[in-house]
Nanobody, 118 residues
Framework: QVQLVESGGGLVQPGGSLVLSCAASGRFRTINAMGWYRQAPGNQRELVAGVTSGSNTNYADSVKGRFTISRDNAKNTVYLQMNSLKPEDTAVYYC????????????WGQGTQVTVSS
């Protein structure tokens, strides 16, 4: 069994910063791509940022220059540094990991709420 546990969400004022973490645990061979997604009420889940096992990254246009994704392969953890937060960043943030046990499967975290409001 593989579990992804997220942490770091909360309430922050516009212009503020937060760091999200997502740690994978369980029995597996390796983790390929990891990513952060978000879903605001009434909206579809959307990709925020992704990182490959080789640390190549990609970002949604709406967060470029403000958010940074990184990973620590030794800790099986992915991070999302969020700066200059805006009210429109308010959403539930989910991490996803492509985990190889025998074959590759995708796993999702439970989600963490990020609210940007004054």
């Amino acid at each position: 069994q593989v579990q992804l546990v997220e942490s770091g969400g909360g309430l922050v004022q516009p212009g503020g910063s937060l760091v999200l973490s997502c740690a994978a645990s369980g029995r597996f061979r390796t983790i390929n791509a990891m990513g952060w997604y978000r879903q605001a009420p009434g909206n579809q889940r959307e990709l925020v940022a992704g990182v490959t096992s080789g640390s190549n990254t990609n970002y949604a246009d709406s967060v470029k220059g403000r958010f940074t994704i990184s990973r620590d392969n030794a800790k099986n953890t992915v991070y999302l540094q969020m700066n200059s937060l805006k009210p429109e960043d308010t959403a539930v943030y989910y991490c996803k990991a492509m985990v190889v046990r025998v074959y590759e499967h995708e796993y999702w975290g439970q989600g963490t709420q990020v609210t940007v409001s004054s």
